[in-house]
């Protein structure tokens, strides 16, 4: 629900008064406001932009200094279909009253997503959301029930589902092309150098509404040398990797396997490791899914392939030439999908190459379409699948945060009963021995088993875990 409370931001005078001046239109032009626009909201920008009859109105964003620029360079054409103008805003709300925005396309920081969907959606707004959709598990539920409750489209920005290589190789997956599927691995292998440290509370840059910019999630002041990007490796506001980079490949994983409900069990293994810095997110995780016989396996690594690696190209490790990608394994051999999410392939046990797919697709056109044709049954990515995936990785880092430092025999002992399982932590294991981690001074955490009901709201036999399902939104930011 809007919070009716709190009076919106005081607008620059192009905002308050008339429309700009617009490009040529159409009545039936589908207009588009974009919020948060420092970096992927800026590909959307540009993306939407470029669409036959679509109209790119509105920006927002709590940083003024960004959304300046951001307004200069549409005036002045940069990589876009032609100059246009916009408005601006640093508060969304002023926005969410208009007849004339069709729809909100949302790229903020993870913890401000869900608050911004349903918003948008009970304010009529068709809405994208960028992923991971939620901050946490129920979040994404309640951004679910807002899109079935105003019957407007909410697409997901897991873009792999508009990929026509994609798709053919899950078809080919779910089709029995590898026979019986052994196990599904989301890989993300992605290189992240420490973020450094600092010695207490830092002053937030001048431009950013800094209580905006938190939204619902509790106050705290800013504890790290960069406000922007490094919020994903700070669990107050970030899902690290596993939700950052990371739900792209697990959204392919599930996708692969037909589960289209929550797992009954998780479990991971992890840490942050190297250098030490102010991220407490894990840059280092194995988190084993389970529904059935066949284990969903994520694996996240942000070290390099040793350590002399960190001295020089970061280079990463692989597993069957992926870095970060999907590898699924089935009784006929491997499909592997990339990380363009336009190439996929399908290797026998003898390491031919059978079948190889290629081809990408726009996601947004994809939204474009379901949005003129107000019917939500259009979308590539619908809500549910954003949901669903995101609540994986939320209960892959629910199992480390509700886990404890054990040592390397510990963990062996704790996942012998899982031979996949038990391989991914060996060569994780393996991993952080090449980087030269001393297991003994920086153990590993075993994460607490989760044992999930069928729609997440309760970890079984575990208040305490279940009770970190959920967040208490900060007033006024409720949703």
Not at 154 to 178: K, N, Y
Not at 403 to 413: E, N, Q, R
Request: proline share 5%; aromatic share 6%; hydrophobic share 35%.
């Amino acid at each position: 629900m809007l919070p009716a409370t709190v009076q919106a931001a005081t607008t620059s005078p192009q905002e308050a008064g008339n429309p700009p001046a617009a490009a040529e239109s159409s009545s039936d032009d589908v207009r588009i406001a974009v919020v948060g626009v420092r970096s992927r909201g800026w590909n959307h920008v540009q993306s939407f932009a470029r669409l036959p009859g679509v109209r790119v109105v509105a920006l927002c964003d709590v940083d003024s200094a960004v959304l300046g620029r951001r307004a200069a360079e549409c005036a002045a054409g940069a990589k876009a279909r032609a100059p246009f103008e916009v408005e601006t805003t640093g508060d969304v709300r002023t926005l969410l009253d208009r007849d004339d925005i069709d729809a909100i396309a949302i790229a903020t920081p993870n913890h401000t997503h869900a608050m911004l969907a349903c918003w948008a959606l009970d304010a009529g707004r068709h809405v994208y959301v960028e992923k991971p959709v939620s901050h946490s598990v129920e979040e994404g539920a309640r951004i679910v029930e807002a899109a079935r409750r105003s019957g407007k489209v909410c697409a997901t920005g897991t873009q792999s589902r508009s990929s026509s290589a994609v798709r053919s190789a899950i078809d080919f997956v779910r089709g029995g092309g590898l026979g019986r599927v052994r196990c599904s691995r989301g890989l993300c292998y992605k290189p992240r150098r420490p973020i450094g440290r600092v010695s207490g509370p830092q002053f937030v840059p001048a431009t950013v509404d800094y209580d905006r910019w938190l939204g619902p999630v509790a106050y705290e002041p800013l504890r790290r040398g960069a406000l922007h990007y490094d919020w994903h490796w700070d669990l107050h506001t970030g899902n690290g990797d596993l939700g950052n980079q990371g739900i792209h490949q697990m959204d392919i994983a599930r996708w692969a396997l037909g589960w289209d409900t929550m797992p009954t069990r998780v479990m991971s293994v992890g840490g942050r490791f190297g250098d030490e810095d102010d991220g407490d997110s894990p840059n280092t995780q194995v988190a084993v899914y389970l529904r059935g016989g066949v284990p969903l396996v994520f694996e996240v690594r942000g070290l390099p392939r040793n350590k002399a690696a960190q001295a020089g190209d970061w280079a990463m490790d692989t597993v069957e030439g992926q870095s970060i990608g999907n590898v699924i394994h089935g009784e006929h051999g491997i499909v592997r999908i990339s990380n363009s999410y336009s190439r996929a392939d399908f290797i026998d046990h003898d390491g031919v190459t059978r079948q190889e797919w290629t081809g990408g697709g726009d996601h947004f056109a994809n939204f474009v379409d379901a949005v003129r044709a107000d019917d939500p049954t259009r979308l590539n990515a619908s809500i549910e699948d954003g949901h669903l995936s995101s609540a994986y990785c939320h209960l892959g880092i629910l199992s480390h945060i509700r886990g404890t430092p054990t040592d390397p025999d510990g963990v062996s002992a704790a996942w012998q009963s899982s031979p996949t399982a038990a391989e991914a932590w060996s060569r994780m294991r393996d991993h952080l021995l090449a980087n030269e981690v001393d297991l003994a001074v920086t153990p590993v955490t075993l994460g607490r088993e989760l044992r999930v009901n069928a729609d997440a709201t309760e970890i079984r036999g575990d208040p305490e875990s279940t009770a970190l399902l959920r967040r208490t939104d900060r007033e006024p930011f409720t949703f």
